[in-house]
C-alpha cells in the first residue's frame, strides 16, 4: 500500500507526522510516496491554529474527492490539532477524522470506517496521559539524519484567549523523563547533531506529575549529564517555553552544559501589560523584562526570539507603540509576527475583530521593520569573528551551502562540498545583512 501524508503547522505537528509514517509504515506496511495521484491512503495532519492551514486542508480535500469521483481509489483521513466547529465539517469530507492520541488504534479504525468513538472524546486528564504514553511509545521518525524532534509534553494548561492549543490538544501531560533521555541518547548515538525538545509550555514540564516527575531544570541537567559524558557533539533545544515558568535554574542548566544550544525562544506576544492580560498571558511587561535580564545576566552569548501578535482585538495606537518599543529594548534576533486572526472555539473568536486588516497590515510591516534594525545590529557584530555551523542544506545562491549556528542564525558560505551537509564546521564571518550572513570556510571537523 502506499501512502501519502501532508503535515502542516508547528514542530509538534512535524513530531507526530513521524509517528504517523512509522506507524504506517510498520503497522500497515505502507511505502510513502511524494505523488498523491499514485497513493491509496491520503491524510493530513492538520493546524487549527491559522485559518491559512485550515483553508488548505479545505482546498487539498476538495482535489482529492474530485479525483475519487473520478475513479481514483484512496482512503482519506485527518489528524493533529483540529478545532471541535473544523472537526463537525470535515467529517463530511474525510474517511476518517481522528485524535492523535488514537494513532495505536489507526488499523482497526481504518478496518471499521466508523467515525462513532473515532473522533475526539472528552478525556479526564488520567484517561488522556495513558493515551498519550501509549502514543509516545511508537517508533518515532525524524525528517533527516542529523535533527531531530523529540517531544517532551503535549497539551496546555494556559488558556490564553487567542489560542486554540488547549482545545484541539487538551491539557497538559508530559512524557517519561526516562523515555525522553533515553530517546536523546539513541538519537546521539545515532549521528544526530541538533535535538529539539517540543512541548507548549516546555517550562512546566512535570508539573501535572509532582512527586512522580523531575522538572523541566533537572531533566536539562540530566541531558547535560549525558552531553557531557558521550564525548559527541551536538546540540540540545527546546521549544516554547512560556515566560511565567521561565525559572532561573532552567537557565543556569543552560549555562553549565556545553551541549545546551544558547538559544532562547521566549513569545512575548505583546509588549503593553493590559494587552497581555487581554490574552490571558499570566505575566506583566515587568516579569517579561526580568526573565530577558536574567537570560543577558546568565547567557550573555545566547540569542533571543520570539513571538508577537499585531492587531488583536482592541489593540489601540500606544498598545502597539509598547510593542514597538520592546522589540527595541529587548532587541530580538527574530521574531516570529503574525496578524492577529480569531479562532473558533478560543475565547477571543466571541470578541470583535475590530482592527482592519489594512490596519494590521501596516502594524506588521512597521514591527518588521523594527525587528530588522535590531537583529541587524547583531548579525553585524559577527563580521570577522569566527563561529561554529551545523550544516543543513543548499543556500539559495548557488555554489553555496547554508548552515545555522549555535544561536539559530543563518550563515551561508561557498562550497561544492555536499558531504558537509549533516556537519559542522568552522566558518569566518565575511558580510552580513538583517538575519543571516555569510562566511568563509576554515575549518572541518
Known amino acids: ?13 512535524i513530531s507526530d507526522s513521524g509517528r504517523v509514517k512509522s506507524y504506517i509504515e510498520k503497522v500497515l506496511g505502507g511505502v510513502e510516496t511524494a505523488n498523491v495521484a499514485d ?15 485550515i483553508d488548505k486542508v479545505y482546498n487539498m480535500i476538495a482535489v482529492w474527492n474530485r479525483q475519487r469521483r473520478r475513479g481514483h481509489q484512496m482512503t482519506t483521513f485527518l489528524t493533529g490539532c483540529v478545532l471541535p466547529d473544523d472537526r463537525e465539517k470535515f467529517l463530511k469530507l474525510f474517511d476518517l477524522v481522528f485524535d492523535m492520541r488514537d494513532l495505536p488504534q489507526f488499523d482497526k479504525l481504518l478496518a471499521d470506517r466508523v467515525h462513532e468513538g473515532v473522533y475526539y472524546p472528552k478525556l479526564q486528564r488520567s484517561e488522556q496521559a495513558a493515551q498519550m504514553d501509549f502514543f509516545w511509545q511508537l517508533d518515532g521518525y525524524q525528517p533527516d539524519k542529523f535533527e531531530a524532534y523529540v517531544p517532551i509534553q503535549n497539551g496546555c494548561d494556559k488558556f490564553c484567549t487567542y489560542c486554540a492549543v488547549p482545545y484541539t490538544r487538551g491539557r497538559e501531560v508530559s512524557r517519561s523523563s ?24 516546555v517550562n512546566s514540564y512535570g508539573l501535572d506529575k509532582k512527586g512522580e516527575e523531575i522538572n523541566f531544570a533537572q531533566l536539562l541537567e540530566r541531558v547535560g549529564e549525558f552531553g557531557d559524558k558521550s564525548g559527541k557533539e551536538f546540540h540540545v533545544y527546546f521549544t516554547s517555553p512560556h515566560p511565567r515558568d521561565m525559572t532561573v535554574d532552567v ?16 513569545p512575548i506576544q505583546s509588549g503593553d501589560t493590559e494587552m497581555l ?3 490571558n498571558r499570566k505575566y506583566d511587561i515587568e516579569r517579561y523584562r526580568q526573565v530577558i535580564s536574567d537570560i543577558r545576566r546568565i547567557l ?11 492587531g488583536f482585538t482592541g489593540e489601540t495606537l500606544e498598545e502597539f507603540e509598547n510593542t514597538r518599543r520592546a522589540v527595541l529594548e529587548f532587541k530580538y534576533n527574530m521574531a516570529f509576527i503574525a496578524m492577529y486572526s480569531p479562532r ?22 512597521v514591527l518588521s521593520e523594527d525587528l530588522k534594525s535590531v537583529s541587524s545590529l547583531y548579525t553585524a557584530s559577527m ?38 551537509i549533516g556537519n559542522f564546521v568552522d566558518v569566518k564571518i565575511v558580510r552580513s545583512s538583517d538575519f543571516s550572513a555569510e562566511g568563509e570556510l576554515i575549518h572541518i571537523s
Request: aromatic share 8%.
Open 178 to 201: 526516562h523515555e525522553i533521555i533515553e530517546e536523546v541518547k539513541c538519537l546521539v548515538e545515532g549521528g544526530y547533531k541538533s535535538i529539539t525538545l517540543l512541548g507548549q509550555n
Open 300 to 310: 550573555p552569548t545566547a540569542t533571543i526570539f520570539t513571538d508577537i501578535i499585531v
Open 1 to 13: 500500500m502506499k501512502y501519502h501524508l501532508v503535515t502542516l503547522g508547528c514542530q509538534m505537528n
Open 39 to 53: 497513493a491509496e491512503l491520503v491524510g493530513v495532519i492538520a493546524c487549527s491554529v491559522r485559518q491559512k492551514a
Open 344 to 365: 473558533p472555539g478560543a475565547v477571543s473568536s466571541k470578541w470583535v475583530d475590530d482592527i482592519p486588516k489594512d490596519e494590521k497590515s501596516r502594524r506588521y510591516a
Open 383 to 420: 563580521v570577522g569573528k569566527e563561529f561554529r555551523i551545523l550544516v543543513n542544506g543548499h543556500d539559495r545562491l548557488e555554489g553555496y551551502l547554508s548552515g545555522l549556528t549555535e544561536g539559530k542564525i543563518a550563515v551561508r558560505f561557498k562550497t561544492d562540498d555536499e558531504s558537509l
Open 251 to 266: 537557565l543556569e542548566a543552560i549555562a553549565k552544559y556545553k551541549c545546551l544550544g544558547k538559544w532562547i525562544h521566549i
Open 277 to 279: 492580560k487581554r490574552m
